[in-house]
């Protein structure tokens, strides 16, 4: 039987929920007069963006969950303490800082914080303590659209997109008190309109195609060296194929730490253990079942089982291939049950929640994401801080690169190139999607990269960014923004991974697949450097890019859409990074 655990946390109990419940109950002992509240506003819209037609006041008995986000008051002082841990030449490299130094350094002023408090409790509201920072610096608020008409001092609205008839609920201005305006950074959703309807992004999630296979006209144990053409179906891709490839061992043995890899899972998805013990028994039955860790823990009323009925194909995929490379990994799915549409405050909900933990998994992986223009500046950039946060703390967050080349979802046709999120932050390791072609790594057909247009280009990426702007010259000028950060960081192959579904096999290609082989990869690093006592890897880009020589560096091939894209050149380029890394190389470089 395998040793599943289902695990479900319960929000009163937790540390960072009965942390902000103190810090609340103790502002609440010396409370400002509601004279002191006075609204101003804080964001009006001039006209309502195009696409968009009102349709009426929204449903008031409607819930919705407000974030509230404060700006963090030393975000310098952390960046500069991350690089320090984080530099291999450093003289404090690994020395990462605990939960509390880091909280030191986005916690609010306390004065702002008072005010905040007495806003919330003046309308018989308090923050949600599992999703809400601990540290105050960012609340989340469940509460219905007249209470939050109340609050924030305006009338929400249905907004219809006329091209899709999809509605969703937005107000053209909102007001806060006027002693934290310049405090707040945003107030989460109000006024922000995405260009276009989620739904109609194939990028949400970032999973690219799934194709069921016949089983019994498919040698399901072919061990092809390529890992080739997912039009080939002959060439799927098995653990004992990708652990050839990239030299991972078979078997690194009992690991000497409790350190868990986390596999986010949103929008109600969950895993279903039935088809990892089939995937297991199939692809690597030297390992018995009983010996794979795998528990679930829940946010916002995730799913928590591990038999679920409903197709979570992706996040199956993920697990399967992180347990099926690294089988001594400790896995831990973290299943948020919010349907967020616009994409965004379900997944803040979620790194919330695991900056909450004293024991925090030292990897996690995303495979959902969303164009930059499709979330707002505001809600990015306190995500990515969270992301910081999270690695300064000596966690490796990984984030797919996107499967739909720099257009998206536009047309063939070159117009603004569209950036994927949370790729984007400079924090995540972004990865990209190679195949093998006659025992070459080449650039997928689903690969896709770019440069963000909200995130600036880091010091330990600059040289790597310039010298690929140098060698493709003026080519697509004004399309992107040349100074920002420049993604995907690695690539590793994402096509015809064989996947078990629903009782069924399938083939997966795509980036948000590759990263579960990252995943595995870097917990196997990070297994192997704690049987020497040293700590984990944490914000791997600065050592990687430090090390470019030991990659293998991808120079053929072209992403999705070639004539609207980025060419692979030698070095850093915006499709396959730095390239791949090699198990055996990189294990002699860390460990």
């Known amino acids: ?21 103190l810090l609340f109950s103790l502002i609440y002992s010396s409370p400002l007069h509601n004279s002191h509240l006075e609204l101003v506003v804080h964001r009006q819209l001039d006209t309502i963006p195009d696409g968009y037609i009102q349709a009426g006041e929204a449903n008031s008995s409607q819930i919705i969950n407000l974030i509230i986000g404060l700006h963090p008051p030393n975000i310098t002082g952390l960046t500069k303490r991350l690089y320090q841990v984080s530099m291999p030449n450093s003289t404090k490299y690994g020395q990462y800082l605990t939960k509390e130094e880091v909280e030191e350094h986005v916690r609010p002023n306390p004065n702002t914080t008072k005010v905040l408090e007495q806003w919330l409790t003046s309308n018989g509201l308090a923050p949600e303590p599992e999703t809400s920072s601990s540290t105050g610096s960012h609340v989340n608020v469940k509460l219905t659209v007249e209470q939050a008409g109340k609050l924030l001092n305006t009338t929400f609205h249905l907004y219809n997109h006329t091209s899709s008839n999809q509605s969703i609920i937005r107000t053209d201005q909102y007001s806060v008190p006027e002693l934290i305006k310049d405090a707040i950074r ?4 109000t006024t922000f309109f995405s260009p276009k309807p989620i739904a109609n992004s194939p990028q949400h999630p970032a999973t690219s ?28 891709c098995i653990p004992a194929t990708v652990m050839e490839l990239y030299g991972i061992p078979s078997d690194l043995g009992a690991p000497a730490t409790e350190d868990r890899t986390a596999i986010i899972a949103l929008n109600g998805n969950a895993v279903q253990a039935v088809d990892l013990a089939k995937y297991m028994k199939q692809f690597r039955p030297d390992i018995p079942l009983s010996e794979i860790q795998l528990d679930v823990l829940s ?3 995730g799913d928590n089982s591990i038999q679920s009925s409903l197709d979570n194909a992706q996040i199956n995929a993920n697990a399967q291939l992180v347990i099926g490379v690294m089988p001594s990994t400790k896995t831990t799915i973290i299943a948020s049950g919010q349907t ?5 405050s379900n997944f803040l909900d979620v790194i919330n929640f695991i900056l909450g933990l004293e024991n925090m998994p030292k990897v996690t992986t995303v495979a959902n994401g969303v164009e930059e223009s499709m979330i707002s500046v505001e809600l990015a950039q306190t995500t990515c801080e969270a992301i ?21 979802a536009q047309p063939p046709s070159c117009t603004t190139f569209q950036p994927f999120f949370p790729g984007t932050c400079p924090w995540a390791l972004a990865v990209g999607a190679t195949n093998w072609s006659s025992s070459t790594e080449i650039a997928a057909a689903v690969a896709s990269g770019g440069f963000s247009n909200i995130f600036p280009v880091q010091d330990h990426q600059a040289n790597a960014v310039t010298g690929y702007l140098d060698q493709i010259g003026g080519l697509y000028a004004g399309l992107y923004n040349k100074a920002g950060r420049g993604f995907p960081d690695i690539a590793i192959v994402g096509l015809n991974l064989l996947v078990q579904n629903q009782g069924g096999f399938e083939l997966g290609s795509g980036a ?6 990252v995943a595995a990869m870097v917990s196997g690093l990070n297994q192997q450097r704690a049987n020497e006592g040293k700590p984990s890897l944490g914000f791997l880009n600065p050592l990687l890019y430090e090390n470019k020589d030991k990659m293998n560096d991808i120079t053929q091939g072209s992403g999705f859409n070639p004539e609207c894209n980025f060419p692979v050149k030698s070095g850093w380029d915006p499709i396959t990074g730095l390239g791949s890394f090699h198990f055996d190389k990189m294990a002699s470089i860390l460990v």
């Not at 910081?388 to 998206?408: E, H, L």
């Not at 948000?512 to 082989?517: E, K, N, R, V």
């Open 1 to 21: 039987m395998l040793n599943l655990v289902a695990i479900v946390r319960l929000s009163l109990f937790s540390s960072s929920g009965l942390a902000l419940l």
């Open 186 to 189: 945003m107030v989460h959703p």
């Open 209 to 236: 195609s799934l194709a069921a296979i016949n089983s019994n006209t498919v040698n399901l144990n072919r061990r092809d060296n390529q890992c080739g053409d997912f039009r080939q179906i002959s060439a799927n």
């Open 299 to 301: 946010v916002d009323q």
């Open 340 to 344: 967020d549409p616009q994409f965004g």
């Open 388 to 408: 910081q946060q999270y690695v300064t703390r000596g966690g490796t967050f990984i984030a797919v690169a996107g499967d739909a080349a720099v257009s998206s």
């Open 512 to 517: 948000p697949f590759g990263l579960s082989i």
